[in-house]
C-alpha cells in the first residue's frame, strides 16, 4: 500500500462534508420546473367498503390540478403492488395473495389505506383539496390486533383468506423434535411477544415523478434502498413501461432501515401521474402520514418449547409463530417471518433438531415488512429469552449455559437443522471479549454501589447469530424468491488515473462513498480521494439490487473486487507489451505493475494511460479503454455473530429502567473501516434498545393507530441510551473475496434480549419471572407490584 | 400575505408570502437553503433547527412572520470561506453523522449551547440534545463530536 | 393550515384591541404550544396577535417578596435568571425542565399559562406557590384562574402580562416526564409558604391541583416521613397508554417524596 486509506484504516468519510454544509440532496430539496404537488386522502377506518367517491369540491378547489381515485388507476390498467417471496403452505399450495392497489378499490383495509391523490399547484392547495373529497363508506367490524385475526368467525381482511391467513409455513424436522422431547430431562416453555415497530429514519419518504413527452420516458426521483428494484417492479407489475423508459433515482437518502425497500404507492402513483398531468409531480410525506404509510416491522406472537438433557445440552427446540402480515403483503413481507426468521432459529448453538411453524396473518393494520433485523432479532430474542429461563429452571449460571451449547470453533462449517450452514465464526471468543470489555468480573461491586442508591442492578446477556447477504440466487429462488441476489459494480478507470465505480448498492448512511472508495484504494494503491463512488441511478449504473439485509460490502463490495480484478488483469496486458514481457510475468502491488524479478515497471497512470492512448498497445489482442463490470452472487450467506452484554439499573419505587453498560463483542468478518463499523453497531443498538425499553406501534381492537406521532411513539433520545463498548473478533467470512460479513444489523439483533434479562435478572430477588417489550416503567412497577402480592399470599 | 424582511446568513431578504408560512418553508421554498430539514410534525424531531437572533428555535414551530426583524443562522451560514466550522469539523472528525438528514439541525443545536457552556459535560450534552433525534448513530459520536467540537469553539479554530 | 391575518401591535392597549376586533382571534406568544395546534388545524384563527413587540411583558423583577415575571419571558430566561435562581430556584428548575432547549427559547410564561394544557409544568408552580395571575384589567389567583382542561378564567380579549410570585421559605419541583413528548405524567410542587405548605399537582389530572392530605401531614412535619401510608385515589385521574390512572396516583406519592427531600 502507498496510502493508508486501504481496507482497516478508519479513514473520515468522503460523503461528510456535503451533509455538515447543508448540502445534501435529498429529494424534498429538489425542485423542477412547473412541479405540482400531490397529497393522499387517506382512510380514517381500518375496515370499511366504500360506497362512493366524489371529487367534485376537490377538482373545484384552487390550484387544483387533478384528483385520481382506485378507478381511474383501474381504468388505465395500472397492476397492484407485487410481493417479491412466495412462501408454500405446509401442504405445498402457494400463499394468498390478495391484490394491492395503489389506491384503494372498492375497500380500505387500513387506516391511512390511500383513496384519491390531488395534484395541485402548490403544497398547501393540495392538502387543503384533501379535506374536499367527499367518501361515503360503509364502516366494517376490523381486526386491529394479530391474536384476534385467527380467533374461530374472526372478520376476514381478505375474502380469499380464510381465517385470515396468507401461509401457514413450517421448517424442519418435526418427528425428530418430538423424539428429542420425548427423552429430554428438562422441557422450558415460554411465550412472547415481538412488539411491532415503527422504522422511523429521520427522512419521511418523498417522490417526484416526470415525464418527459417528447422522449416518452419517466423519471422517478424517490426515497429508496435499491432503485434498480423499484425500476423493475414498476416496469414488470405496477406502471408497465419497459425499462429503458424509465429511470429510478435515490440520490441522497436520509436514513431507511428496510422500510425504504419496498415498492410504496406513492412513488408509482406521482410517476403515473406526471405523465397525465403533463408536469412534475411532488410528493413528501409528513411524519403522522409516515406511521400510518411506512411498512412497520416485528410485531409476532410465539410460544416456544426447549429440550435439554440433564447436563444442559440443548435436545431440540420447537416454535409456533403468529406473523403479523397487516393488511397488505408488503414487497418481501412474506420472507421476513419464514427464511429470514425460522431458518435462524438454532442461533448460535449446537442443536441437534429443530421444528418451527408459522402462520402469517393479515390484520386491519399498515403492512409490515423488513425492518432492521427482520426475522433475525425475533429469532435472538426468543432463543436468548428462552436460554435465560432454561438457567433459571435448570439452576446453571446463564453465561456457563451458553458456553455449554455454543457452536465449538472446530464444528465449522456447522450445518444447522434449520437449512443454513454456517461457514465460520468463534462464538467462544466474542463471549469473553465481550465479558472483558464489561468488567463482568467486578460486576458484584457495581450491583451492591446501586444497591446503596436503592437502585436494583441485572446483567443481561445474548449470544446471536445473523445472516446477512441473503443468496445465493438459485437457493433462494428454489425457496420462493423472485428477485436475483447478487450485486453488480464497474469500475471505470478515467485516463489519467482516477477511478469512478458505479454500485447496486446504495448508502444512506452507511458511508458506501468512503468504504467502497476503501476497497479501489487498497486494490489499486492510490489515496480515496481519487476515486468517486457513484449509486443510486439506474441510467448511470448497470443493474443491482440496492442495500438491504447488510449485504453491501459482502455482495457489492464482493463485485466491486471482481470487477478490480477484471482491470488488475487487462492492466497486466498492458504493462506485458509495454515492458516486453508476458503477462504470466506480470505482478501488480502498491499501484504498480512490475516484470517479477526486475527493476521494469509502469506506474498504474501510465497503464490507465495507455488503455486510453493507445498509440504503443496490443490493439490486435486487446481493446482500448480500461473499464470492467462484474456481478457477484454469492455461494452463501454471511454469518455475523456475537455476545451482547448489559447492565440496567431500576428504580424499585417508578419502575423506571436505565441501561447504565452496554458492552459488545461482535465478529462481522474483515474490517473495511473500523470507525464506520463502530458507527453501525452503535445505530443498531439504540435501535435494540428503543425495541427493548421505548418502541411499539400500537393499534386497538378496531385497527385505530393509536400513537402515530412523536408524541406518543417513543423515539430513544440522547438522554435514554448510554455510551457502548464495542469490540470485535475477527473471524473472516470463507466464502467472499473480502471476507466481510456485514454489520449493520447486528445491534438491533443483539441486544434486546440483554435488556429484557436484565431487567428480569434484577427483579428476580423481587420473584418476577417475565417482563414483555418494551418494558416501560409501568409495566416493570407493575410486575414488581404482582411479585409482592403473590409473596404475600 | 406577509410581507417579511430578515437577515439569513448575514445576507438581507424581504420575502413575499402567505401568513400562514413557518419559517421553516420561507428557508427551504422561497430562499431554497434546504439544508434545513422537516423530519416531524408535531415540534419533536429539531432536525430543522436554526437559529434566530443566536438562539436554537425549531423554524417549523415559528412563523415566517415571527421570524421579521430578526437575524436567522442556518447550517449553510456556518462555515467561512469554505473552511468547516469547528463543531462541522469536529462531527466529521467523529463520526457524529451517517445519513446526514438529522445533522444539520443537530450542530444548531449544539453549537447553541456550547456557546452558553463552553465545556459541556457528557450529562449536559444528552439533556442538551433531547430537542434532537437521530435515528442513525446511537448518538454516542454525536456526544463525542458536541464536546470535541466545543474544545475547538474555545479554542476559536 | 388556514390563513389569518397576523398583528404585531407595540402595546398592550392594541393588542387588546385587536382581540376585541377579532371575534376569531388568537394571542400568540412563543408560539410552542399555539404553532402545533394549527399545524394540526385543531385551530383555525382569523387573526394573530403576536405579542413579541410589546415591551413590557419582557421583564423579570424581585420586589421584596414578590417575584414578578413578564409574560413573555422565555423558559430558557426563567431557568438561567439570577433573581429567579435566588428567589424561588425551583422555579429556575422547573422551567429548564419544560419541553426541550429548542422550545424553551422559545416558549413564554404567559404563553403556557393561557395555553392550560393539563400536562405543563408551570401550572403546578403558579397553584403550589400561590402566585398571581395578572392581567390586562385584574389579577387571578392561580386555583381560580385554571377552571378545567385547556380552560382559564381569561376572557376572549384578556392578555395574561405578567405572574407574581410570593416568594416562598424552601420549594422543590419533582417531574415524571411521559417519554416520548416530555411534558408531565405527573409533576409535584412542594412549596413552603407563609400560609402554610401547598402541595400542587400537575399531568395527573384535567387541570393542575392541591392535595389537601398531603398538605395537611406535611402542615405537621415538613418531611417525607410524613407521607408514609398516605395514598391517593386514582378515581380522577388520567388513565392512557403511557400511565393508567393507578400509576399515576403512586407516581403523586413517589413524586411528592422526592419533592419533600429535594427542598432547599
Redesign the interface.
Given at each position: 500500500m502507498t496510502t493508508n486509506q486501504g481496507i482497516g484504516a478508519a479513514v473520515?468519510?468522503k460523503?461528510?462534508?456535503?451533509?455538515?454544509?447543508?448540502?445534501?440532496?435529498?429529494v424534498?430539496?429538489m425542485?423542477l420546473p412547473n412541479q405540482t404537488y400531490a397529497a393522499f386522502v387517506r382512510s380514517m377506518y381500518a375496515h370499511a367498503k366504500i360506497r362512493r367517491v366524489d371529487t367534485t369540491a376537490a377538482l373545484a378547489a384552487p390550484g387544483v390540478v387533478a384528483v385520481f381515485t382506485g378507478d381511474d388507476i383501474a381504468a388505465d390498467g395500472l397492476g397492484g403492488l407485487p410481493c417479491g417471496w412466495l412462501i408454500k403452505n405446509k401442504d405445498g399450495s402457494p400463499m394468498v395473495e390478495p391484490a394491492h392497489p395503489a389506491l384503494a378499490q372498492g375497500k380500505v383495509r387500513h387506516v391511512g389505506d390511500p383513496v384519491a391523490m390531488v395534484i395541485a399547484t402548490s403544497k398547501?392547495e393540495a392538502r387543503a383539496a384533501v379535506g374536499l373529497v367527499e367518501i361515503d363508506y360503509d364502516v366494517l367490524p376490523a381486526i386491529g390486533l394479530l391474536a384476534d385475526g385467527v380467533k374461530p368467525g374472526a372478520v376476514l381482511v381478505h375474502d380469499e383468506a380464510k381465517g385470515n391467513l396468507c401461509y401457514d409455513w413450517h421448517i424442519g424436522d418435526p418427528a425428530a423434535t418430538d423424539a428429542a422431547f420425548a427423552k429430554a430431562a428438562h422441557v422450558v416453555e415460554l411465550d412472547l411477544t415481538n412488539n411491532r415497530l415503527a422504522p422511523?429514519?429521520?427522512?419521511?419518504r418523498a417522490a417526484i415523478g416526470v415525464y418527459d413527452i417528447a422522449a416518452d420516458h419517466h423519471t422517478l426521483y424517490t426515497t429508496s434502498q435499491n432503485p434498480h428494484v423499484i425500476r423493475l417492479l414498476m416496469g414488470a407489475f405496477t406502471l408497465h413501461v419497459p425499462e429503458h423508459k424509465l429511470r429510478v433515482v435515490a440520490p441522497?437518502?436520509?436514513?431507511g432501515?428496510g422500510s425504504k425497500i419496498f415498492h410504496y404507492a406513492e412513488e408509482l402513483m406521482v410517476t403515473w401521474a406526471a405523465k397525465k398531468v403533463g408536469r412534475p409531480v411532488k410528493w413528501t410525506a409528513?411524519?403522522?402520514e409516515a406511521f400510518m404509510s411506512d411498512a412497520h416491522g416485528r410485531d409476532h406472537i410465539s410460544h416456544a418449547r426447549l429440550a435439554l438433557d440433564a447436563g444442559g445440552k440443548i435436545l431440540g427446540l420447537q416454535v409456533s409463530t403468529l406473523a403479523n402480515l397487516g393488511a397488505y403483503l408488503s414487497t418481501f413481507g412474506s420472507s421476513v417471518p419464514t427464511y429470514l426468521y425460522a431458518t435462524l432459529l438454532s442461533g448460535p448453538y449446537d442443536m441437534p433438531t429443530i421444528y418451527a411453524e408459522v402462520k402469517a396473518v393479515f390484520t386491519n393494520t399498515v403492512p409490515v415488512d423488513a425492518y432492521r433485523g427482520a426475522g433475525r432479532p425475533e429469532a435472538a430474542y426468543l432463543l436468548e429469552r428462552l436460554m435465560d429461563k432454561a438457567a433459571r429452571q435448570l439452576g446453571v449460571d446463564r453465561i456457563e449455559l451458553r458456553r455449554r451449547n455454543l457452536i465449538r470453533p472446530e464444528q465449522f462449517p456447522y450445518q444447522t437443522a434449520v437449512a443454513l450452514q454456517y461457514d465460520t465464526g468463534n462464538y467462544q471468543a466474542t463471549l469473553e471479549l465481550a465479558l472483558k470489555q464489561i468488567d463482568h468480573a467486578s460486576y458484584d461491586q457495581r450491583k451492591a454501589e446501586s444497591a446503596k442508591r436503592g437502585k436494583l442492578r441485572g446483567f443481561g446477556i445474548s449470544t446471536y447469530i445473523e445472516a446477512c447477504g441473503i443468496a445465493p440466487s438459485a437457493i433462494a429462488g428454489a425457496l420462493g424468491a423472485r428477485a436475483g441476489l447478487y450485486e453488480a459494480a464497474t469500475v471505470r478507470v478515467n485516463p489519467t488515473g482516477s477511478v469512478t465505480i458505479f454500485t447496486g448498492t446504495h448508502s444512506?448512511?452507511?458511508?458506501h462513498e468512503t468504504t467502497f472508495a476503501q476497497i479501489v484504494a487498497d486494490k489499486l494503491g492510490m489515496p480515496v480521494d481519487n476515486v468517486d463512488v457513484v449509486h443510486g441511478d439506474t441510467d448511470r449504473i448497470l443493474f443491482g439490487m440496492g442495500t438491504y439485509g447488510s449485504r453491501s460490502a459482502a455482495v457489492g463490495g464482493s463485485a466491486l473486487i471482481k470487477a478490480l480484478d477484471k482491470v488488475i488483469d487487462k492492466g497486466k496486458k498492458i504493462a506485458a507489451h509495454l515492458l516486453e514481457a508476458s503477462a504470466g510475468d506480470i505482478e501488480f502491488k502498491d499501484g504498480t505493475y512490475r516484470v517479477i524479478g526486475t527493476d521494469k515497471v509502469k506506474a498504474f497512470g501510465e497503464i490507465a494511460f495507455t488503455a486510453y492512448v493507445p498509440h504503443n498497445y496490443p490493439i490486435e489482442t486487446l481493446e482500448p479503454g480500461l473499464e470492467e463490470s462484474a456481478y457477484y452472487d454469492p455461494k452463501n450467506f454471511t454469518y455475523p455473530g456475537g455476545c451482547h452484554l448489559v447492565e440496567v439499573e431500576i428504580d424499585p419505587?417508578?419502575g423506571v429502567p436505565e441501561v447504565v453498560e452496554v458492552a459488545i463483542a461482535d465478529d462481522v468478518g474483515t474490517i473495511i473501516n473500523p470507525?464506520?463499523v463502530?458507527?453501525q453497531a452503535?445505530?443498531?443498538?439504540?435501535?435494540g434498545i428503543g425495541q427493548a425499553l421505548?418502541e411499539e406501534v400500537?393499534y386497538d381492537a378496531e385497527g385505530q393507530l393509536?400513537?402515530g406521532?412523536?408524541?406518543?411513539?417513543?423515539?430513544?433520545?440522547?438522554?435514554?441510551?448510554p455510551?457502548?463498548k464495542v469490540g470485535n473478533h475477527v473471524t473472516a467470512c470463507t466464502h467472499n473475496p473480502l471476507g466481510v460479513k456485514g454489520v449493520g444489523e447486528c445491534?438491533a439483533i443483539g441486544v434486546p434480549p440483554a435488556v429484557i434479562n436484565a431487567i428480569i435478572d434484577a427483579l428476580t430477588p423481587l420473584g418476577v419471572t417475565d417482563i414483555s417489550m418494551p418494558a416501560?416503567?409501568?409495566k416493570i412497577?407493575?410486575a414488581i407490584q404482582a411479585a409482592k402480592a403473590n409473596k404475600g399470599a | 400575505m406577509a410581507t417579511i424582511k430578515l437577515k439569513v446568513n448575514r445576507q438581507a431578504h424581504t420575502i413575499e408570502c402567505a401568513s400562514t408560512t413557518l419559517l421553516v418553508e420561507a428557508l427551504r421554498d422561497h430562499l431554497r437553503l434546504t439544508g434545513t430539514h422537516v423530519g416531524c410534525d408535531t415540534s419533536q424531531c429539531g432536525a430543522c433547527t436554526v437559529h434566530v437572533d443566536g438562539k436554537s428555535v425549531k423554524s417549523c414551530t415559528m412563523l415566517a412572520a415571527e421570524a421579521d426583524g430578526t437575524e436567522v443562522t442556518t447550517i449553510e451560514g456556518l462555515a467561512t470561506g469554505g473552511e468547516l466550522h469547528p463543531m462541522q469539523a469536529a462531527f466529521r472528525e467523529h463520526h457524529g453523522l451517517q445519513c446526514g438528514f438529522c445533522t444539520p439541525g443537530m450542530i444548531m443545536s449544539a453549537t447553541d449551547l456550547c456557546k452558553r457552556v463552553p465545556d459541556p459535560s457528557e450529562h449536559e450534552v444528552r439533556h442538551w440534545l433531547e430537542g434532537n433525534l437521530c435515528r442513525c448513530t446511537g448518538y454516542h459520536n454525536i456526544v463525542k463530536a458536541v464536546r470535541a467540537g466545543a474544545a475547538g469553539m474555545r479554542g476559536g479554530k | 393550515m388556514k390563513d389569518f391575518a397576523f398583528h404585531r401591535p407595540t402595546t398592550i392597549k392594541d393588542a387588546v384591541a385587536l382581540l376585541r376586533a377579532h371575534a376569531g382571534g388568537k394571542v400568540l406568544a412563543g408560539g410552542q404550544s399555539l404553532l402545533p395546534v394549527l399545524k394540526l388545524e385543531l385551530a383555525e384563527p382569523s387573526d394573530l396577535v403576536s405579542l413579541a413587540h410589546v415591551k413590557e411583558l419582557h421583564d423579570i423583577r424581585l420586589d421584596g417578596g414578590t417575584l414578578a415575571i413578564g409574560a413573555l419571558v422565555t423558559h430558557d430566561q426563567v431557568h438561567r435568571s439570577p433573581e429567579v435562581g435566588k428567589a424561588i430556584p425551583a422555579l429556575a428548575t422547573l422551567a429548564g425542565g419544560i419541553g426541550d432547549a429548542q422550545v424553551r427559547n422559545r416558549g413564554t410564561l404567559g404563553g403556557s399559562v393561557a395555553h392550560a394544557d393539563p400536562a405543563a409544568d408551570y401550572p403546578a408552580a403558579l397553584v403550589g406557590l400561590g402566585a398571581t395571575i395578572v392581567t390586562d384589567r385584574r389579577k387571578v389567583a392561580a386555583e381560580d384562574f385554571f377552571t378545567g382542561l385547556f380552560q382559564t378564567a381569561l376572557a376572549h380579549d384578556e392578555l395574561v402580562t405578567a405572574v407574581h410570585f410570593p416568594v416562598p421559605r424552601r420549594a422543590a419541583y419533582a417531574k415524571f416526564a411521559h417519554r416520548a413528548s416530555k411534558y408531565a405524567l405527573v409533576g409535584v410542587f412542594v412549596a413552603e409558604t407563609a400560609g402554610g405548605v401547598r402541595v400542587a399537582i400537575t399531568g395527573a389530572g384535567a387541570k393542575v391541583f392541591r392535595l389537601a392530605s398531603f398538605e395537611a401531614a406535611l402542615g405537621k412535619k415538613l418531611d417525607a416521613s410524613s407521607l408514609a401510608g398516605l395514598t391517593v385515589p386514582s378515581t380522577d385521574l388520567n388513565g392512557d397508554a403511557e400511565a393508567s390512572a393507578e400509576y399515576r396516583a403512586h407516581l403523586i406519592g413517589v413524586m411528592a417524596r422526592r419533592a419533600v427531600q429535594a427542598l432547599a
Amino acid at each position: 500500500m502507498t496510502t493508508n486509506q486501504g481496507i482497516g484504516a478508519a479513514v473520515l468519510r468522503k460523503e461528510d462534508r456535503r451533509f455538515l454544509m447543508g448540502k445534501g440532496q435529498y429529494v424534498d430539496d429538489m425542485v423542477l420546473p412547473n412541479q405540482t404537488y400531490a397529497a393522499f386522502v387517506r382512510s380514517m377506518y381500518a375496515h370499511a367498503k366504500i360506497r362512493r367517491v366524489d371529487t367534485t369540491a376537490a377538482l373545484a378547489a384552487p390550484g387544483v390540478v387533478a384528483v385520481f381515485t382506485g378507478d381511474d388507476i383501474a381504468a388505465d390498467g395500472l397492476g397492484g403492488l407485487p410481493c417479491g417471496w412466495l412462501i408454500k403452505n405446509k401442504d405445498g399450495s402457494p400463499m394468498v395473495e390478495p391484490a394491492h392497489p395503489a389506491l384503494a378499490q372498492g375497500k380500505v383495509r387500513h387506516v391511512g389505506d390511500p383513496v384519491a391523490m390531488v395534484i395541485a399547484t402548490s403544497k398547501a392547495e393540495a392538502r387543503a383539496a384533501v379535506g374536499l373529497v367527499e367518501i361515503d363508506y360503509d364502516v366494517l367490524p376490523a381486526i386491529g390486533l394479530l391474536a384476534d385475526g385467527v380467533k374461530p368467525g374472526a372478520v376476514l381482511v381478505h375474502d380469499e383468506a380464510k381465517g385470515n391467513l396468507c401461509y401457514d409455513w413450517h421448517i424442519g424436522d418435526p418427528a425428530a423434535t418430538d423424539a428429542a422431547f420425548a427423552k429430554a430431562a428438562h422441557v422450558v416453555e415460554l411465550d412472547l411477544t415481538n412488539n411491532r415497530l415503527a422504522p422511523n429514519p429521520i427522512e419521511p419518504r418523498a417522490a417526484i415523478g416526470v415525464y418527459d413527452i417528447a422522449a416518452d420516458h419517466h423519471t422517478l426521483y424517490t426515497t429508496s434502498q435499491n432503485p434498480h428494484v423499484i425500476r423493475l417492479l414498476m416496469g414488470a407489475f405496477t406502471l408497465h413501461v419497459p425499462e429503458h423508459k424509465l429511470r429510478v433515482v435515490a440520490p441522497d437518502v436520509g436514513g431507511g432501515f428496510g422500510s425504504k425497500i419496498f415498492h410504496y404507492a406513492e412513488e408509482l402513483m406521482v410517476t403515473w401521474a406526471a405523465k397525465k398531468v403533463g408536469r412534475p409531480v411532488k410528493w413528501t410525506a409528513d411524519r403522522s402520514e409516515a406511521f400510518m404509510s411506512d411498512a412497520h416491522g416485528r410485531d409476532h406472537i410465539s410460544h416456544a418449547r426447549l429440550a435439554l438433557d440433564a447436563g444442559g445440552k440443548i435436545l431440540g427446540l420447537q416454535v409456533s409463530t403468529l406473523a403479523n402480515l397487516g393488511a397488505y403483503l408488503s414487497t418481501f413481507g412474506s420472507s421476513v417471518p419464514t427464511y429470514l426468521y425460522a431458518t435462524l432459529l438454532s442461533g448460535p448453538y449446537d442443536m441437534p433438531t429443530i421444528y418451527a411453524e408459522v402462520k402469517a396473518v393479515f390484520t386491519n393494520t399498515v403492512p409490515v415488512d423488513a425492518y432492521r433485523g427482520a426475522g433475525r432479532p425475533e429469532a435472538a430474542y426468543l432463543l436468548e429469552r428462552l436460554m435465560d429461563k432454561a438457567a433459571r429452571q435448570l439452576g446453571v449460571d446463564r453465561i456457563e449455559l451458553r458456553r455449554r451449547n455454543l457452536i465449538r470453533p472446530e464444528q465449522f462449517p456447522y450445518q444447522t437443522a434449520v437449512a443454513l450452514q454456517y461457514d465460520t465464526g468463534n462464538y467462544q471468543a466474542t463471549l469473553e471479549l465481550a465479558l472483558k470489555q464489561i468488567d463482568h468480573a467486578s460486576y458484584d461491586q457495581r450491583k451492591a454501589e446501586s444497591a446503596k442508591r436503592g437502585k436494583l442492578r441485572g446483567f443481561g446477556i445474548s449470544t446471536y447469530i445473523e445472516a446477512c447477504g441473503i443468496a445465493p440466487s438459485a437457493i433462494a429462488g428454489a425457496l420462493g424468491a423472485r428477485a436475483g441476489l447478487y450485486e453488480a459494480a464497474t469500475v471505470r478507470v478515467n485516463p489519467t488515473g482516477s477511478v469512478t465505480i458505479f454500485t447496486g448498492t446504495h448508502s444512506h448512511g452507511q458511508g458506501h462513498e468512503t468504504t467502497f472508495a476503501q476497497i479501489v484504494a487498497d486494490k489499486l494503491g492510490m489515496p480515496v480521494d481519487n476515486v468517486d463512488v457513484v449509486h443510486g441511478d439506474t441510467d448511470r449504473i448497470l443493474f443491482g439490487m440496492g442495500t438491504y439485509g447488510s449485504r453491501s460490502a459482502a455482495v457489492g463490495g464482493s463485485a466491486l473486487i471482481k470487477a478490480l480484478d477484471k482491470v488488475i488483469d487487462k492492466g497486466k496486458k498492458i504493462a506485458a507489451h509495454l515492458l516486453e514481457a508476458s503477462a504470466g510475468d506480470i505482478e501488480f502491488k502498491d499501484g504498480t505493475y512490475r516484470v517479477i524479478g526486475t527493476d521494469k515497471v509502469k506506474a498504474f497512470g501510465e497503464i490507465a494511460f495507455t488503455a486510453y492512448v493507445p498509440h504503443n498497445y496490443p490493439i490486435e489482442t486487446l481493446e482500448p479503454g480500461l473499464e470492467e463490470s462484474a456481478y457477484y452472487d454469492p455461494k452463501n450467506f454471511t454469518y455475523p455473530g456475537g455476545c451482547h452484554l448489559v447492565e440496567v439499573e431500576i428504580d424499585p419505587e417508578t419502575g423506571v429502567p436505565e441501561v447504565v453498560e452496554v458492552a459488545i463483542a461482535d465478529d462481522v468478518g474483515t474490517i473495511i473501516n473500523p470507525m464506520i463499523v463502530d458507527g453501525q453497531a452503535h445505530g443498531g443498538l439504540a435501535q435494540g434498545i428503543g425495541q427493548a425499553l421505548y418502541e411499539e406501534v400500537r393499534y386497538d381492537a378496531e385497527g385505530q393507530l393509536t400513537n402515530g406521532s412523536f408524541m406518543d411513539y417513543c423515539m430513544p433520545r440522547a438522554a435514554d441510551l448510554p455510551n457502548f463498548k464495542v469490540g470485535n473478533h475477527v473471524t473472516a467470512c470463507t466464502h467472499n473475496p473480502l471476507g466481510v460479513k456485514g454489520v449493520g444489523e447486528c445491534g438491533a439483533i443483539g441486544v434486546p434480549p440483554a435488556v429484557i434479562n436484565a431487567i428480569i435478572d434484577a427483579l428476580t430477588p423481587l420473584g418476577v419471572t417475565d417482563i414483555s417489550m418494551p418494558a416501560t416503567p409501568e409495566k416493570i412497577w407493575r410486575a414488581i407490584q404482582a411479585a409482592k402480592a403473590n409473596k404475600g399470599a | 400575505m406577509a410581507t417579511i424582511k430578515l437577515k439569513v446568513n448575514r445576507q438581507a431578504h424581504t420575502i413575499e408570502c402567505a401568513s400562514t408560512t413557518l419559517l421553516v418553508e420561507a428557508l427551504r421554498d422561497h430562499l431554497r437553503l434546504t439544508g434545513t430539514h422537516v423530519g416531524c410534525d408535531t415540534s419533536q424531531c429539531g432536525a430543522c433547527t436554526v437559529h434566530v437572533d443566536g438562539k436554537s428555535v425549531k423554524s417549523c414551530t415559528m412563523l415566517a412572520a415571527e421570524a421579521d426583524g430578526t437575524e436567522v443562522t442556518t447550517i449553510e451560514g456556518l462555515a467561512t470561506g469554505g473552511e468547516l466550522h469547528p463543531m462541522q469539523a469536529a462531527f466529521r472528525e467523529h463520526h457524529g453523522l451517517q445519513c446526514g438528514f438529522c445533522t444539520p439541525g443537530m450542530i444548531m443545536s449544539a453549537t447553541d449551547l456550547c456557546k452558553r457552556v463552553p465545556d459541556p459535560s457528557e450529562h449536559e450534552v444528552r439533556h442538551w440534545l433531547e430537542g434532537n433525534l437521530c435515528r442513525c448513530t446511537g448518538y454516542h459520536n454525536i456526544v463525542k463530536a458536541v464536546r470535541a467540537g466545543a474544545a475547538g469553539m474555545r479554542g476559536g479554530k | 393550515m388556514k390563513d389569518f391575518a397576523f398583528h404585531r401591535p407595540t402595546t398592550i392597549k392594541d393588542a387588546v384591541a385587536l382581540l376585541r376586533a377579532h371575534a376569531g382571534g388568537k394571542v400568540l406568544a412563543g408560539g410552542q404550544s399555539l404553532l402545533p395546534v394549527l399545524k394540526l388545524e385543531l385551530a383555525e384563527p382569523s387573526d394573530l396577535v403576536s405579542l413579541a413587540h410589546v415591551k413590557e411583558l419582557h421583564d423579570i423583577r424581585l420586589d421584596g417578596g414578590t417575584l414578578a415575571i413578564g409574560a413573555l419571558v422565555t423558559h430558557d430566561q426563567v431557568h438561567r435568571s439570577p433573581e429567579v435562581g435566588k428567589a424561588i430556584p425551583a422555579l429556575a428548575t422547573l422551567a429548564g425542565g419544560i419541553g426541550d432547549a429548542q422550545v424553551r427559547n422559545r416558549g413564554t410564561l404567559g404563553g403556557s399559562v393561557a395555553h392550560a394544557d393539563p400536562a405543563a409544568d408551570y401550572p403546578a408552580a403558579l397553584v403550589g406557590l400561590g402566585a398571581t395571575i395578572v392581567t390586562d384589567r385584574r389579577k387571578v389567583a392561580a386555583e381560580d384562574f385554571f377552571t378545567g382542561l385547556f380552560q382559564t378564567a381569561l376572557a376572549h380579549d384578556e392578555l395574561v402580562t405578567a405572574v407574581h410570585f410570593p416568594v416562598p421559605r424552601r420549594a422543590a419541583y419533582a417531574k415524571f416526564a411521559h417519554r416520548a413528548s416530555k411534558y408531565a405524567l405527573v409533576g409535584v410542587f412542594v412549596a413552603e409558604t407563609a400560609g402554610g405548605v401547598r402541595v400542587a399537582i400537575t399531568g395527573a389530572g384535567a387541570k393542575v391541583f392541591r392535595l389537601a392530605s398531603f398538605e395537611a401531614a406535611l402542615g405537621k412535619k415538613l418531611d417525607a416521613s410524613s407521607l408514609a401510608g398516605l395514598t391517593v385515589p386514582s378515581t380522577d385521574l388520567n388513565g392512557d397508554a403511557e400511565a393508567s390512572a393507578e400509576y399515576r396516583a403512586h407516581l403523586i406519592g413517589v413524586m411528592a417524596r422526592r419533592a419533600v427531600q429535594a427542598l432547599a
